[in-house]
């Protein structure tokens, strides 16, 4: 399995609070370095899971009064991330692994969660707390490469029967022949907003069509609008799972793009904007996520 990575920009200067970050990088680290073929890796998985939530609860309340005792201004806001993330999130994914039997996927999704989640709230809330507001497209996007990277390759797996290898961690929107494209929007936990753009060489989604009963398509047949968004949930519904996205939907025919809205919408910034290969063609995965207002009374 891939590693996860400790990188320096996480540490916000505040010696408590950067050693448990550590060490949290460290537990998940060690999860995913588990033999997936090894006789007792459920039970390494329960204990080596009981032990990161139980230290992850540790760490929020040191951090809780450490900003008491600074008297943080917006304390109330952090706690309450904090308390969804304990109450909502874990409650949801601890569900998955129970549900899967501990299976090394389900292990991987479950860390990938954390540490999406945990990269994201050190450089947007822990640093604030230190009075430092970056960019999200400075959070550290290296340490979750290596997990997207599996995701993507277990989706383009399962909907065109085809492994994906990255080429790219930083593509900037070259040609990649005749394709398609789609775009789509989640709200998640605490007040986030994820954007996620996906791209499919012609061949590829060629491949995906075969995933759609009755709709056997030839190299000289057209895709309609029908078939394309049906192979796009399919893609959607694989990729948003690192997000927490659980609900079944439908897109919507506004939700695909030609190449011209594809270019003009991945101009607006994505932080994270991977190029894949593979032996029918590319894939593109580009996201990126703000914090959407709260409205009051909403």
Not at 87 to 100: A, H, P, Q
Not at 167 to 190: H, L, P, V
Not at 223 to 236: A, Q, R, T
Not at 263 to 285: D, E, Q, V, W
């Amino acid at each position: 399995m891939e590693q996860i990575v400790w990188d320096e920009k996480f540490n916000i200067g505040v010696e408590v609070v950067d050693k448990a970050h550590s060490k949290l990088f460290r537990i998940m680290k060690k999860l995913l370095e588990v033999p997936e073929n090894e006789e007792i890796n459920q039970a390494t998985y329960r204990e080596g899971i009981k032990y990161l939530e139980a230290y992850t609860m540790i760490h929020f309340l040191e951090e809780e009064t450490y900003m008491r005792s600074i008297k943080y201004s917006n304390y109330a806001h952090h706690k309450r991330i904090h308390d969804n993330f304990r109450d909502k999130t874990l409650v949801s994914i601890k569900r998955d692994l129970e549900l899967s039997n501990f299976s090394p996927s389900a292990v991987q999704r479950f860390v990938l969660v954390v540490n999406n989640w945990l990269a994201e709230h050190i450089m947007v809330e822990d640093q604030a707390i230190v009075g430092r507001n970056f960019a999200r497209k400075n959070r550290g996007l290296s340490s979750q490469i290596p997990l997207i990277s599996k995701t993507v390759n277990r989706t383009t797996t399962e909907v065109f029967q085809i492994e994906a290898k990255l080429s790219s961690a930083e593509y900037k929107g070259q040609n990649i022949g005749k394709a398609f494209y789609c775009q789509r929007a989640f709200d998640i936990e605490g007040g986030i907003r994820v954007q996620i753009l996906l791209g499919v060489g012609e061949l590829l989604m060629m491949r995906g069509t075969e995933r759609i009963p009755g709709k056997k398509m030839t190299g000289k047949d057209e895709l309609d609008h029908e078939i394309l968004l049906k192979v796009f949930e399919l893609l959607f519904q694989n990729v948003s799972r690192m997000f927490r996205v659980e609900t079944a939907y439908e897109l919507e025919k506004e939700n695909l793009m030609d190449k011209e809205q594809f270019r003009t919408n991945f101009m607006k910034g994505y932080p994270c904007r991977l190029l894949f290969s593979t032996k029918a063609g590319s894939f593109i995965f580009c996201y990126r996520s703000f914090r959407v207002k709260e409205t009051k009374g909403g």
